[in-house]
């Protein structure tokens, strides 16, 4: 399965216990490998995350894996907090971080550039729009291939 897809997979598959644990998933990071992998989970909430959220979702996931059993060979699972550089994937997660210096880069360069660092001034149904260096970039949602916060 490609990484995408199994990505994808993943997200879909573990979005909606996470919200019924009361967090939001941030981002899934998986890789397998020879002998065994890696499923990697980034939860968020308003009110943190701390090692017992970690722990507590983590047995649920795991147990919900067992069953689903969406990726080939062993794996380690790890559940942790997105960090000061949290991704950003959904219109919703650039809504909420309106106003903040992020990191993007595009599936494709344009104008033979690819990464933009700059304040995330604008979001709507289509994309964002970027303050990078005084000049104004509109980017369409499509277009992102990884945006970040981009803490100074």
Known sequence: ??????????????????????????????????????????????????????????????????????????????????GTDRLLRTPAHFERFRGERVRVELVEPRDGRRRYTGTLATVDARGIGLEVDGEAVAVDFAAIDRARLAPL
């Open 1 to 82: 399965m490609a990484a995408t897809a199994l990505r994808d997979r993943l997200i879909a598959l573990l979005e909606p216990l996470v919200g019924q644990l009361g967090f939001e998933l941030v981002d899934v990071e998986a890789s397998a490998g020879r002998g065994s992998g890696l499923l990697r989970i980034y939860l968020d909430s308003a009110a943190g995350v701390g090692v017992d959220d970690c722990e507590r979702v983590s047995r649920e996931v795991s147990a919900l894996l067992d069953v689903e059993d969406p990726m080939p060979g062993a794996y380690t699972l790890e559940v942790s907090s997105p």
